[in-house]
């Protein structure tokens, strides 16, 4: 049972490249998010999705966009990377019944721009 | 804003005492007040999570205690091994059916041997 699943795992970019993170899930879940941890600062949540086809904003979206074209992955783009978005990104997944609130994290994605 | 606000920022225990961390938050529509451990290079998972319709929930070492009229929820440790040392952070979600947590700033805890 994979879970949760980020690619890649380490990157380093130069200031102004691009890239896009991909996150899998196999838990069917309907709610995914995206956060960036740095030290200090806890988990920040960038985007967030409700089901396929949906994105919103979190509380730190600047810099990045966000796609959900399957239920299953949720991708987050860098346009034009700059070095304060240096960080270690994590993807989540979550069912969407209160009863049941758990959310299941991904390994996580270390990112440099230099 | 902060929602959810989480100390001590860090923590240094002896192994078999007590680590505490305590939670404050703002929002009194939160109803789901989990916590979560991550080892390094992992992502967190969830450890232990309380509703305020409870004032404590104990699972093997690990005890949330919540107050729902001061706002605050705090984690217990028990017997601190050095297997505990993670990073911790409090989180809060309102319920009905959907599920965007706030989370703490986190709290790195060190048990010495």
């Known amino acids: 049972n994979a879970g949760v699943t980020q690619t890649p795992k380490f990157r380093v970019l130069k200031t102004g490249q691009s890239m896009t993170l991909l996150c899998a899930q196999d838990?069917?879940?309907?709610?995914m998010y995206w956060y960036r941890q740095d030290p200090g600062m806890g988990l920040r949540l960038i985007h967030y999705?409700?089901?396929?086809?949906?994105?919103a904003k979190g509380e730190v979206p600047d810099g990045y966009n966000v796609s959900r074209l399957k239920k299953q992955n949720f991708l987050l783009g860098l346009e034009s990377a700059a070095p304060s978005q240096t960080s270690v990104y994590f993807c989540a997944s979550s069912y969407t019944l209160g009863l049941n609130t758990e959310a299941f994290f991904g390994q996580g994605t270390r990112l440099t721009v230099v | 804003q902060q929602q959810v606000k989480q100390s001590p920022q860090s923590l240094i225990v002896q192994k078999g005492g007590i680590s505490i961390i305590n939670c404050a938050y703002e929002?009194?529509?939160?109803?789901?007040f989990p916590w979560y451990q991550q080892f390094p290079g992992k992502g967190p998972a969830l450890l232990i999570a309380i509703r305020p319709d409870v004032s404590e929930k104990k699972e093997g070492r690990f005890t949330i205690s919540f107050n729902k009229s001061a706002k605050q929820f705090s984690l217990h440790i028990m017997d601190s091994q050095p297997g505990d040392s993670a990073t911790y952070f409090c989180?809060?979600?309102?319920?009905?059916?959907?599920?965007?947590?706030?989370f703490g700033r986190g709290t790195s805890l060190i048990v010495h041997p």
């Open positions: 999705s409700v089901g396929e086809g949906t994105t």
């Open positions: 989180a809060a979600s309102k319920g009905g059916g959907s599920y965007i947590p706030t």
């Open positions: 929002n009194t529509a939160f109803d789901y």
């Open positions: 838990m069917n879940h309907e709610y």
